[in-house]
């Protein structure tokens, strides 16, 4: 029998679940599988840094600070195989289903190809600085490094670069993600902007830059881009804790609709507005700021303390560019 008196307001209605045993820090990555209700979460932990699903999800890559990408067999529940290694550690990685391949990128300024049955990689490709970035949407691969440089590969002669460009983005880069139709991509960076850049010249005029995760003086880093598969647009999500939804296509100004549904300590923003304004926006309440691990920064020196802090950014960085602790 309810007491009188009390609330009775659904403060979970969409049934959310908290994880018993989060990352002890800030998540660097986040990986559903496709194949089943799973998800897979790093951080800056001082262990792993990326991870991946193997196309058959019931496999999962991860790879870190130890610089060796593991291999984790999930339905035998057996103990991990190190199928993988660079000189420095590992920051990003993708499964290529289309080629039976793993691609891993690293602050050691290389890519490496790796045929799960041989030990040594297939392939040892040199980038221009360290890697701080990677989308795959086969056969276009986009691969971020240092100095603003975005290495484009044509997955069907990956042992060759088929463009190289400057990040039209003045800060270092964060994250990055190949079109849907694979015309181009996206790239997000530590000043909260994003970047919509097409590969072929003639589309030039389609390319354009937004600013996003901002409040007021504070500007926040672009930590996660990734479309939809169906309508093609696309989310953000940022060191404000918050994510928005974006459409890069539609240019035409639409009616604005603005609602606000509190949910216990959960409030949900509904914003159309025309493209370069979010959409769709989600603010967290407690508005997480990112912030490079300690022990990790002490693990591999300036390296982390460079990527996750911005050091990059020349001159006097602006209020809240690598969010605040």
């Known amino acids: 029998m309810a007491t009188f008196g009390a609330s009775t307001t659904n403060v979970n209605p969409n049934r959310s679940a908290e994880v ?11 990986c559903f599988s496709s194949k089943a209700n799973h998800l897979i979460a790093t951080s800056w932990d001082n262990q792993v840094l990326c991870s991946a699903w ?16 593991k291999m984790w067999p999930l339905l035998s529940g057996g103990q991990p195989v190190t199928v993988a290694m660079h000189d420095a ?3 990003e990685l993708a499964w290529i289903p289309e080629m039976s391949l793993l691609v891993t990128g690293s602050w050691d300024k290389t890519l490496r190809y790796w045929d799960l049955r041989q030990p040594n990689p297939t392939w040892v490709q ?16 986009v691969v971020g490094t240092a100095d603003r440089n975005l290495v484009v590969f044509n997955l069907q002669n990956p042992q060759t670069e088929f463009k190289r460009v400057v990040s039209p983005l003045k800060y270092q880069t964060r994250c990055l993600a190949a079109f849907p139709d694979r015309q181009g991509f996206l790239v997000g960076s530590i000043e909260g902007r994003v970047g919509v850049h097409h590969l072929d010249d003639a589309q030039s005029s389609k390319n354009f830059t937004f600013k996003c995760h901002r409040d007021g003086n504070d500007i ?9 598969p169906v309508h093609q647009t696309f989310a953000t999500a940022g060191s404000d804790g918050a994510f928005n939804f974006w459409d890069k296509d539609s240019k035409q100004r ?13 409030v949900l923003k509904i914003t159309i507005h025309q493209q370069q304004r979010p959409i769709f926006t989600y603010i967290s309440p407690r508005r ?6 300690h022990g990790l920064e002490q693990a591999v020196g300036s390296e982390v303390s460079s990527y996750s802090r911005g050091a990059e950014v020349k001159g006097k960085p602006r209020a809240g560019t690598s969010g605040r602790k």
Do not use: W
């Not at 045993?21 to 998540?27: A, E, F, I, M, R």
């Not at 040199?126 to 691969?141: D, F, I, N, S």
């Not at 926040?220 to 939809?228: E, I, K, P, T």
């Not at 997480?288 to 691990?293: K, P």
């Open 89 to 91: 550690p590992i920051k």
């Open 220 to 228: 926040y880093s672009v930590n996660s881009l990734n479309f939809h």
């Open 254 to 266: 639409l009616k604005a609709m603005l609602r606000f549904v509190t949910t216990g300590a959960k």
């Open 126 to 141: 040199q980038l221009p600085e360290r890697c701080y970035a990677l989308t795959v949407k086969h056969p276009l691969m």
């Open 20 to 30: 018993a045993s989060p990352p002890s820090d800030s998540v660097s990555s986040l």
């Open 288 to 293: 997480l700021r990112s912030r490079a691990n």
């Open 54 to 69: 193997k196309d058959d999800g019931t496999t999962v890559f991860s790879g870190g600070c130890d610089k060796q990408v």
